[in-house]
């Protein structure tokens, strides 16, 4: 019997240990860590005015107030505390750099901490404020770890109880105005397409999943390999995020502390229509210069009444009498507006030499823009759709109305649509041959042609 309760007190007496580790709002902190009267002497824009252009030691005896926004309790965050002004409605946030693991059960979100900065050093890495210990790269000093041992010196939690943090409310359009460190909660975003079925991040690396609002405007957010959630599946739903604003060389981007910052539970948004067709962008112009097969170019003519984004759109090339394709231009980066050309050259440099201008996009040799007059080419909508066509696929342009080698190929003025069917009536050929109701007139560049301008 007295060795049974010998060993029962033992057990309880290892309980008490066990649990006096654990994070509760009662748990008394260790001396040296409990502030009760210590009064911030500087603010947070007076210690970022303080920098200079590279890493420097703070060596006057200076003290921040903040509240810790960051949590390493589910391995999200790795030796980093994250700390902003206030509670509510923040202005500015810090990172700080420690070699502290399970740094939760010293410092958790809302509690009110001071920053003891004598002795630190203060910098600033892709546009992020941080302040730590130092090392040397290279010659160069940048921000690290405060050893374990002096965390206590520089960093200390106030002694009554913590605070409910409220994240700043706001938007992915509104990001420009947040300062970075700040806990924010941002509405309406989902996990882009692309990204489902995946899970946030791959063992062992850090990794970034793209989340999107409705108008397919994104922030990233980054997630680590050794995080507990790493293998969670992400989320298929819409709803709310909340983390630490983390944007990198100016980069949006959001780190959450664990599962419990996302919620999205809601149907995802409506799919957003990007892509459009129109019977009003038409080819109006090519190019074969009997002088310079370098100067070579296509016309793309818009007639229609409102701006009209390319993206998805293509211009192809059948080479010959090939049906295969041979080359492409993808004009997904233009957007047109009524009345507007866009002009595809094979040389930039050597278009710009006789026609006195920059080309709208350099396409290269072989491609569309570089026909040696018997090729057919092909405009593309982003469903699929023929919407004009200058030749007939499959049939080499030699001897027919369609060849323009060493001329030009000129879309008549009264045609204000494409058609996807070739009709030579639209048109007026040039070449060294007059075959077919063409023209035998061969064309110099510059003073035959007109890139830029409809006729």
Excluded at 104 to 125: A, C, E, N, W
Excluded at 211 to 231: E, P, T
Excluded at 262 to 279: K, V, W
């Amino acid at each position: 019997m007295k060795f049974l309760s010998a060993y029962l007190l033992f057990l309880f007496l290892m309980m008490t240990v066990l649990t006096s580790c654990l994070r509760t709002e009662e748990w008394e902190l260790p001396s040296g860590f409990c502030e009760s009267s210590t009064k911030a002497n500087t603010t947070f824009q007076n210690v970022f005015d303080l920098y200079q252009g590279s890493t420097s030691k703070i060596l006057e005896d200076l003290i921040l107030e903040g509240y810790v926004t960051s949590s390493d309790e589910k391995g999200n965050f790795f030796n980093t505390i994250h700390i902003q002004d206030k509670a509510i409605n923040p202005i500015h946030g810090i990172q700080i750099e420690v070699d502290l693991r399970d740094s939760y059960l010293r410092f958790y979100p809302g509690d009110k901490v001071s920053i003891h900065l004598q002795g630190l050093y203060l910098g600033r890495t892709k546009g992020i404020f941080k302040l730590g210990s130092v090392f040397t790269s290279f010659g160069n000093l940048s921000v690290g770890r405060i050893p374990t041992h002096a965390v206590k010196n520089h960093i200390k939690r106030f002694c009554d109880q913590s605070v409910t943090l409220t994240p700043k409310q706001t938007s992915i359009e509104e990001l420009q105005f947040q300062s970075p460190n700040t806990l924010i909660e941002i509405d309406k975003v989902e996990f882009s397409e692309e990204e489902l079925g995946q899970a946030f991040a791959v063992t062992g690396e850090t990794t970034k999943r793209k989340l999107i609002n409705c108008n397919d405007q994104n922030i990233l957010l980054i997630n680590s390999g050794y995080a507990d959630f790493s293998d969670e599946i992400l989320p298929e739903g819409m709803g709310s995020v909340t983390g630490i604003y983390y944007p990198e060389n100016g980069v949006p981007q959001l780190i959450v502390r664990s599962l419990t910052d996302l919620n999205l539970t809601n149907e995802r948004c409506a799919d957003l229509i990007t892509e459009f067709t129109s019977e009003f962008l038409f080819i109006s112009e090519i190019a074969d210069p009997d002088n310079a097969s370098s100067a070579r170019f296509v016309e793309l003519y818009y007639s229609g009444p409102d701006s009209l984004s390319l993206k998805g759109w293509h211009l192809d090339r059948y080479t010959n009498d090939n049906n295969t394709l041979g080359s492409t231009i993808d004009l997904s980066d233009f957007v047109l507006y009524s009345d507007q050309t866009i002009v595809l050259a094979s040389d930039a440099e050597a278009f710009e030499l006789f026609y006195g201008f920059v080309p709208t996009l350099e396409a290269g040799l072989n491609s569309p823009a570089d026909s040696n007059g018997d090729d057919n080419l092909v405009l593309v909508d982003p469903f699929g759709t023929i919407i004009d066509i200058f030749g007939v696929v499959g049939e080499d342009g030699s001897g027919t109305n369609h060849e323009f080698e060493d001329g030009r190929a000129l879309r008549n003025f009264t045609i204000q649509r494409g058609n996807p069917v070739f009709t030579f009536s639209e048109w007026t050929v040039y070449n060294d041959t007059g075959a077919e109701g063409t023209i035998n007139q061969p064309q110099m560049a510059p003073q035959d042609f007109s890139p830029g301008t409809r006729e």
